[in-house]
DNA sequence: ACCGGATTGTTACCATATAGAACAATTGGC
DNA sequence: GCCAATTGTTCTATATGGTAACAATCCGGT
């Protein structure tokens, strides 16, 4: 049974659905393809009990030991407000221990503790594993490509401010 | 491989902020990339208070006359619970009528109206300028090979199950 | 030392996007 | 006619992110 046909009109004479104007636009293929990334990621970092924020989160700070929660928030492109509940996640779940930062009272000084880290580095090799998979159809050339080409849209800034510091 | 003992994020060890193992994935850098398309989209598409799903649905069905929303929801990789509330606000707006599909009262033949397609035309101007901007420093052919890459990743299907037509 | 503005973390609320389950009406194969 | 599949719908849940307001703290100028 097919019934995808010309049943209720015509979608392009043989059943074809068209879209050429939003596959013509870099950013629907962007928003496909990351879909693609983000929802194999999640299955695969939910066999951690983490997701994307809570494993980038960890990253940093196992990176970046002491570092506060506004410098993570900066790294990570996020609000602030957003680390907290972050790393309220990672605090309970004893990943994560917030410390206070010497020298200023209302700063944190996260770091990971032992927990955490045995966690990472599991994830990370799974992490390595889904990047493979969907990458599968790109040589290593490629991959090389598309990582250059998306980080020179990372860098683009159309408006911002980011002179202070 | 080796993760995490190299520590490879310490340039500066003393104002910079590490995110080595981030940086070195696709899908993060994907995901920053798609983070700036989709802010810079949202804003844009706000004039005409649309957003990125109304707008691809709009699209679609313009491209697609008497489109059903099950075709929708599978042209666009969504689910078709999503696509109702989309076509409800385009309808609702007066963008997208629903007409029953001659042949089967179950599903609905989505037309664009006069208004929609005016709209339509409006905002895909405005979507044609912020991909230039956010593009701005690639070159027409790094935009190719962008769009390239992408729609190899677009095709990667990991669950393999879609050969019915 | 004081004051006021900036910073850090926090909480609360909202918007967007998506998945999934359950359901009614309808279709279509048998 | 029966029953499974399909279409649309509603409800719920999750994830991600932004804004706004607030307390505590810091810092710089006076």
Redesign the pocket.
Known sequence: ?K??DA?AGDEKSDGEIGQADLLGLIGYNM?RAY?LF??DL?QNL?EFDL????F?VLSLVIENPNI??????RT??????????I??ELEERGLVV?ER?P??????A?AVTDAGKALYRKAIKRIADHEDRILSDLSQSDRKDLMALLRRIHMVDKGGKQS?D
Chains 1, 2 share one sequence.
């Open positions: 049974m019934q995808t049943k928003k879909m983000y929802q999640k939910a997701r994307q924020r809570t980038s506060s929660q506004i410098e993570v928030a990570l492109g996020i609000e602030r407000s957003g680390t907290v509940v790393v309220d917030r930062a020298g200023d009272r209302r700063a944190y996260l202070e």
